[in-house]
Structure formats: structure tokens, C-alpha cells
């Protein structure tokens, strides 16, 4: 491997997560066989975020008297990447276990800094999950991480604003949301938001992969990133800028801020395509909607199609220099794999696995804050559906934090999206030159 990429690439301000480090493991870690899981004992720290996570944790001590789990709260996917990097960069305070992102997970496998999970026997899990979460956390044919949650791209909508604006029945395509935006715009609310900042990569990779898109291929060494010119991506562009230009997004307010929970929860952001990890969120950050709520199959290109996306998911790494390995895979595989998948799936983690996705238990159970919706039906049925195939940067995190730098000034309308598409593309382009790939537009 070319050494100039022995350096994690993550794009931000290498800052020291003291906070983090002091509670992480700080031994050198092994690279030989694990032990005998069966004897795992002892402490294990584990780094992660979201619902359930408590429950899990006592839950899986309940059944494991001899191991002990030390929880930091991390507080977002970002973060958490920023602060492994900064623990690997170090070499010390590296965590047992830790969450990532799914599309986060090939950057750390590329470098060498996660554990082959396939010793474990993890390589006979496969069929065992939905494939969109699997095989995001491939690299080389060898599973590095276990799915914890799915993020098939759904619809989920206001009922209330839709029924104020005239309109019976979520979009089935693309044009129809469209027309639907305008209407929902002459009764004081926006179908949405984007403002084009780091929050909004990846409901855009989500989207774009949708339309068939290929921002970026990815072959070794060699990449080509081609943003402006993919057909997909010519699609994704004209139709987001459309709607720029028609003022049919609220364009200010950016997902996960207070703003945006005040917007879903006073009916002026009216529906959101998203992942499906998302309910819990809306009955937290828009209390006073419940009962509006509903979920509904992505709009369609194509008239008839059934075509999804992936949006984000996360999974369980063990990092190579963990100090307590064996305990650390007991805590990852019974998080995802084991008893502890149904504990997260009860507090609300839209599971990957596919004995829950399959259960009437779960399918048909009703949702109040989704008016009574079996909302957990429509999101198996996005989830079971087959999503082409969509390649991340291996420097995706970069590829992340960068995006609102570019992107962002075409929702201010200070450009247009082409051509924020084309700056991107550059800043893409430069930062795997620098970091030893050959890339190319």
C-alpha cells in the first residue's frame, strides 16, 4: 500500500478528543488468532450513539456476568469517526469496540486498523442480513464490521399539510413531487429542506444513488470522479436545482439543528427523504405532530420502478489494537447478530437483521405517532427491496466534511448546483491525489 495513505484522511481539524481517549484501551493490541471467545472476561470500553444503547448494554452484562461494558457516548457518527482517528494517531486510548457509519467503515479497513472479522466466523453471517446494510461493510471480499441498524431510504410525510395543500396521497414519482412541492409551498410550508451543508452528504449520496448515479468509481488504487457529466447525477443536479430556483425548499435550515426539529414540528418542513432509522427521531424532535405522521416507498423516476437506496446505517467495529478483542466480538455480534438485535429493535433501531425484519411481531405493529400506520410493513418492504450497487470514497469522511464548502453556496443561490459540482469534484479530486491514489475526472 502506498505509504502516503498509511495517514487517515478525515478532512477535519485533527483536534485531541481527550474526553474520549482517557477512557479507551491503551494497550498495542495483537494481530494473531483471537482467544476462545467462550472464555472472554473482563472490562471492554465501548464508543457509540442513539437509542437502545443502555438497554443493550445491560441486557447483554445480564447474560455475560463476567464481562463489564464501559459506554462512551460519542454523540454523532462524525465525532466518533474524528475521535478513532485521533486514537489510532496516537496509539492509545483506541476503544474495544466502537460504532461507525457504514460507509465510514472501508476508509478504517483500507488502513489497516480494524479486525478481520471473518475469524470470528462473521463471513457466515451473510445471508443473515439485508444486503444493502452487508455489504457495506465489506472491504476485500472480508466483513469488518456487523450491521447494527438498516437505512433503506424511505418517504416519510405530514398527512396534516399534505391534506391542507390538496393532496390525498404521497408522490409515486419524482414529477409528482414536484407538483406536489408547489402546492404545499402556496399554503405557507416547504415540502423540505436542504441547505446543502455537511448534513445533507448523505441524504444526497442516498438520492443520487437512487437516480442512478455513479459520482465516483473506484477501481484499487485508481479513482474516477465524474459529478457533473454521470447520467444519474444529471438527473439528481437538474431536479434539485429546479427546485432551488422555484424556491420549493426551505434551503436554510439544516437537518439535525434545533431549526429544523422547530420546522418538523410546526408543520413548515412538510416530509423528508430519509433513511429508515428515522421514526424515533420525529417523535423526539416534532412531539406535537403525533398523529400526522406517515410513511410511505420513495418517489419513483420511472413510473413503476421499485428502485431504493441506502441512507447512512451504522455497525460495530472491533479496532486492530483493542486490548480485550475476544470480550469486545461477544459485545459486537450480541449487539447485532444475537439477542441483543431484538433489545435495539424494541427502543426503536430499524433493525438489519433479517429474523426481525421478517416477524409479524414487528411488521405489524402499529405506530400512534404514524396515526395507527404499521409503519414498520413499509419500511421492511423498502428494506427487502435490491439496490443496485454504489461505491463511497475510501476517503469518505473527507469527502463528507468538505461537501458543505461547495455545496452549500448553491442552495444560497450564490452559484449554480453545476457548477458547486464541478468545485467539489476538484477538492475530491486534489485530496486523493495528495493522499496517493491516481485520480481522475
Known amino acids: 500500500m502506498n505509504s502516503a495513505r498509511k495517514i487517515l484522511t478525515m478532512g477535519v481539524t485533527m483536534v485531541a478528543l481527550a474526553s474520549f481517549a482517557a477512557c479507551g484501551s491503551s494497550g498495542s493490541g495483537s494481530t494473531s488468532k483471537p482467544a476462545d471467545t467462550s472464555k472472554a472476561s ?5 464508543w457509540g450513539w442513539g437509542n437502545g444503547i443502555k438497554e443493550t448494554i445491560a441486557a447483554f452484562e445480564k447474560a455475560n456476568p463476567g464481562i463489564t461494558v464501559k459506554y462512551n457516548n460519542t454523540g ?4 466518533t469517526q474524528v475521535a478513532l482517528s485521533n486514537a489510532v494517531a496516537a496509539g492509545k486510548g483506541i476503544p474495544d469496540v466502537t460504532m461507525l457509519e457504514d460507509p465510514t467503515v472501508q476508509q478504517f479497513a483500507i488502513e489497516d486498523n480494524l479486525e478481520d472479522l471473518s475469524g470470528y466466523g462473521a463471513d457466515k453471517f451473510a445471508d443473515d442480513f439485508a444486503p444493502g446494510p452487508w455489504n457495506k461493510v465489506q472491504y476485500d471480499g472480508k466483513p469488518y464490521a ?24 404521497p408522490p409515486k414519482t419524482w414529477d409528482e413531487y414536484y407538483q406536489d412541492a408547489k402546492k404545499i409551498r402556496a399554503v405557507g410550508s416547504y415540502i423540505t429542506n436542504n441547505a446543502g451543508d455537511k448534513n445533507a452528504y448523505q441524504p444526497f449520496t442516498a438520492q443520487a444513488w437512487q437516480a442512478g448515479a455513479h459520482p465516483w468509481k473506484v477501481d484499487g488504487d485508481k479513482i474516477t470522479i465524474n459529478m457533473t457529466k454521470d447520467a444519474g447525477m444529471r438527473r439528481y443536479i437538474d431536479f434539485q436545482q429546479k427546485l432551488i430556483d422555484e424556491d420549493l425548499l426551505d434551503t436554510k435550515t439544516a437537518n439535525w439543528s434545533d431549526d429544523w426539529n422547530r420546522a418538523l414540528n410546526d408543520g413548515s418542513v412538510a416530509s423528508l427523504t430519509i433513511g429508515a432509522w428515522m421514526p424515533t427521531n420525529l417523535e423526539s424532535g ?11 416507498p420513495l418517489p419513483q423516476w420511472e413510473e413503476g420502478d421499485s428502485v431504493s437506496a441506502e441512507d447512512g446505517g451504522s455497525a460495530l467495529v472491533v479496532p486492530k489494537k483493542a486490548k480485550n478483542k475476544a470480550a ?3 459485545f459486537a455480534e450480541y449487539l447485532t447478530h444475537g439477542k441483543g438485535a431484538q433489545v435495539m429493535a424494541d427502543q426503536g433501531s430499524f433493525p438489519s437483521l433479517k429474523r426481525i425484519l421478517g416477524s409479524n411481531e414487528f411488521t405489524s405493529k402499529k405506530n400512534e405517532y404514524f396515526g395507527g400506520q404499521e409503519v414498520n410493513k413499509v419500511l421492511t418492504e423498502a428494506a427487502n427491496l435490491k439496490v443496485s450497487k454504489f461505491q463511497y470514497l475510501p476517503y469518505n469522511p473527507f469527502a463528507q466534511s468538505t461537501y458543505g464548502d461547495s455545496i452549500g453556496k448553491a442552495y444560497m443561490k450564490q452559484t449554480t448546483l453545476e457548477k458547486a459540482f464541478e468545485d467539489y469534484q476538484q477538492k475530491l479530486v486534489d485530496h486523493g491525489n495528495q493522499q496517493g491514489y491516481q485520480v481522475n475526472k
Do not use: H
Open 76 to 79: 454523532t457518527a462524525g465525532d
Open 286 to 296: 416534532a412531539p406535537d405532530q403525533k398523529g400526522n405522521w406517515r410513511v410511505a
Open 42 to 46: 473482563g472490562r471492554i470500553v465501548f
Open 146 to 169: 456487523l450491521p447494527i441498524d438498516a437505512g433503506p431510504e424511505v418517504f416519510f410525510y405530514n398527512k396534516a399539510v399534505f391534506d391542507k395543500a390538496g393532496i390525498p396521497e
Open 328 to 330: 469486545a466480538w461477544k
